[in-house]
Structure formats: C-alpha cells, structure tokens
C-alpha cells in the first residue's frame, strides 16, 4: 500500500470530479490518498469521502479567475486574475513550509505527488524528494502540435504552455485526459487516458434510466444572467448548480454543489446546460445526455472544447438566446461518443508503475 499526496485546482468542479474518479480507483487498490487543495474542491471531496478511513486532507489557498462586466455578461479579467496570481507566488514559501508542518503532524510520507493544475503539489514534492506526475486536462495544450490547432488559437495554447511550467516545472511523467487524443506528441513519459469519469456515473450508464422534464443547469458567473434569463422564458424547470443557494425564483431552483445530488440531478435531467469544461463534457458524452455548451468569455480552452464536441452531436453557443434555447429543447439529438474505456483503470496503472508497484 502506497500514500499518495493528490494535489489539485480548487477552482470549479471540473477538477474535483476528475480527480474522484481516479481517487476512488487508488483507493480501491488499497492506497492511502491525501489531498491537498482548497476552494469548490474540498466540500465536494470531504462530502464523498466522508469518514473514510484512507482519506485525509489539507486546505491549501486556491488560484481564482477574477471576472469583469462586459455588457450583459461577464469575462475573465486577465489582469486581475495575473495580479491575484502574484499575491499567490509571494506566500508560496510559508504556505509550502505550513503544508510540509501538517504534512508531519499526519506521518504522511508521500511516495508519489500527482497534481492536477495546481502549483505547490510539484514543489512539495520536489521538497520531499518524492516523484510527481501531472495528471489533468490543460497539459494538452503543452503538448499538441501546433498544426493540429487554428492558427487562431495558436497563442492561447503557447500561453497555456507557459502556465504549465509555471504550475509544476518538475515532473517525471505527464497524463493527459480528454475525449480525444488528436494532435497530441505522446511518448515515455506523456500519456493520453481519455475522459475520467466516477464511477457512479460509469455504472448509471449501463442502466437503463429516465429522463425527466427538468434542465440541469451548471454555470458560471460569467454567463449567469443571458443563460438564466432564456430558461426563464422556456418555461422549463431548471436546477442550477455552481452559483451557490439562492431561494427558488420561479421554474429555477439554485442547489448547492453536493457530489450525491448533482449525480442524481445528472443522471435524470432532459437536458444539461452548462460551460464548456472538459469534466461535464465527457460526463455527458458517456450518458449521451442532450448538452447545450456555453464556453465562458475569455476561455479559449472551453471555446476548443465546444468546437471539438460538435462532431459528437453536441449543441455549442458563445452566448445563449432565447431562440437558440428553444431549438435546442426542441431537438431530438442526443450525443453519440462512439466509446469509453475506463480511463481511471489506465491512468492508475500509470501511477502504480511510477512508484514501482509498491506493495503492503
């Protein structure tokens, strides 16, 4: 049996739910798991885990985007967000030495670090001269060939390059998950898992279930108030997840991000309304779920994330009317990914093999 220090990105939900999938896997292989992260993360992990006795944790500060209004919608503001990314840096130092002190208080000697976009696993790591292995969605764009991208696009993934290193500069191997491995450099040490999904959610799409009349709705503030606003006029019931608990208004009903609910809501709902993050996109390409993406303003990564998804029946919009909303509850298409393999199984051997099959 192996400890394994899982760092990830607090950020959202995406990471959290990705990260699950190959935390329940560690888990059922009899390794010790702590993780270290901070943000939307750790409800939705201490409520999955709770009292399990394999599982601890340790809050660490968490890298934000910060928003600005740009007319009825708000985008990422870059400078701000770079801004808050400096105060980060400038603490890094005490927050890594009050990590490694908690760290000795839970005898935790990791002997593997995986990160998942977040940047004081790999220096922890390098502290404790343990091996740490990058394991999320955005090292992508670090290694796939520019020429399998728009040219457009082209500055985005150099960018996201750059932040890469910035977030684990020392790593031994790279796992990278996506729904497709297209215009990836693979090799030795860079891998390709394709979509890690929980394993709830795996075992549901093998079982016939029904859909009720209800839109499931997980947003962002940035495209809050066009999106709500043309559910409102669609008439439809809709729950929404990811901009906290608010009373009910109307057809609406905001719900707190709960791993069990948001699963159960998942499973049931007619049709998912939600940003363009590469997490609930495979979830609902393995349910075949009718998906209606928003990418957020100033979110390249989920704009690519849009397009990509078009090939396998999947509705995209840069903003959501009325009329697109209409159109979309009125088709009969649902998704068709053409497989899933259990990625989580893939992507733990990779780990396992990293430590050296450690053993009892």
């Not at 957020?296 to 029946?313: C, F, R, S, V």
Request: aromatic fraction near 10%; hydrophobic fraction near 40%.
């Amino acid at each position: 049996m192996a400890k394994v220090l899982y760092g990830l990105a607090g950020e959202g939900r995406g990471h959290a739910t990705r990260v699950k999938a190959v935390a329940d896997e560690l888990l059922r292989r009899q390794h010790e798991v702590l993780f270290l992260t901070g943000g939307d993360a750790l409800p939705f992990l201490k409520e999955a885990y709770q009292a399990h006795p394999g599982v601890r944790f340790i809050e660490a500060p968490v890298l934000r985007f910060s928003y600005k209004e740009k007319g009825t919608y708000q985008r990422v503001a870059l400078r701000r967000t770079l801004w808050n990314a400096l105060g980060f840096w400038r603490k890094r130092h005490h927050e890594l030495e009050r990590i490694a002190e908690e760290l000795r208080e839970h005898d935790f000697a990791p002997h593997l670090v995986v990160g998942d976009y977040e940047p004081l696993a790999c220096r922890l790591a390098r502290r404790m001269n343990a091996p740490f292995i990058s394991l999320d969605n955005q090292h992508y764009f670090a290694f796939a060939r520019l020429s399998s991208m728009a040219f457009s696009e082209w500055a985005f993934a150099l960018s996201i390059r750059f932040t890469c290193r910035f977030m684990c500069p020392w790593k031994k191997s790279v796992i990278i998950s996506r729904p497709s491995s297209h215009g990836l450099r693979l090799s030795d040490s860079v891998h390709w898992v394709g979509p890690l999904i929980r394993r709830e959610i795996c075992e549901a799409a093998t079982h016939p279930r029904t859909e009720e009349d209800f839109i499931l709705c997980y947003l962002r503030p940035s495209i809050e108030r066009e999106t709500l606003e043309a559910v409102r006029a669609s008439g439809k019931c809709a729950r929404v997840y990811g901009l906290g608990e608010h009373p009910t208004d109307g057809a609406i009903e905001y719900c707190r991000v709960s791993a069990e609910s948001f699963t159960r809501d998942l499973l049931h709902a007619g049709w998912v309304v939600s940003t363009a993050g590469n997490q609930t996109l495979g979830e609902c390409l393995l349910l075949k779920k009718k998906t209606l993406l928003i990418p957020e303003p100033g979110q390249m990564e989920q704009k690519m994330n849009a397009a990509q998804a078009k090939q396998w029946g999947v509705w995209a919009a840069s903003n959501v009317t009325i009329k697109i909303l209409s159109e979309f509850l009125r088709s009969a298409e649902h998704t068709h990914f053409p497989h899933h393999t259990p990625a989580e199984i893939h992507a733990v051997d990779i780990l396992e093999n990293c430590m050296g099959n450690i053993q009892d």
